[in-house]
């Protein structure tokens, strides 16, 4: 796997993590990237899986997409053995939509679980979707 779809797949789930538009600096990619590497290597994502998380297609996913969501947000410490770390959550979610909106996103995707944690994983996501800011055309 090419160091552009590592790069640009960590970016992606730095911002899927943090449910939010992101402007990371130079030591929050570094990071991203290094556990974007770390995930992908242990998971063996092919290269159209790649692809599919560029492009933000997460209908469907496989379950190496699920795993690799899991991986890289219990990296980032999100989330562990498939449990929400509401305070890290709330200390990083905070930071960017407003602790309020991060309290009401955290009660209602709280209690959301998938048949295992990869799948938690990306339902929590789906969830956490919802509360995104929204971009002004």
Not at 12 to 40: H, I
Not at 65 to 87: H, P, R, S
């Amino acid at each position: 796997m090419n160091s552009y779809f590592v790069i640009a797949l960590s970016a992606v789930l730095v911002a899927l993590a943090l449910a939010s538009p992101v402007e990371l600096n130079e030591d929050q990619k570094a990071l991203a990237k290094q556990y974007g590497e770390q995930c992908s290597k242990e998971l063996n994502l092919t290269e159209e899986e790649v692809a599919k998380v560029k492009a933000k297609d997460f209908k469907n996913p496989t379950e190496n997409i699920k795993c690799f969501a899991n991986c890289f947000f219990e990296k980032i410490g999100t989330l562990k053995d498939g449990e929400l770390q509401e305070e890290v959550v709330l200390k990083k979610l905070g930071s960017f939509i407003g602790e309020e909106k991060t309290k009401a996103a955290l009660e209602k995707c709280r209690s959301i679980k998938g048949d295992n944690k990869c799948e938690t994983a990306v339902k929590l996501h789906e969830c956490f979707e919802e509360f995104k800011p929204q971009v002004k055309a």
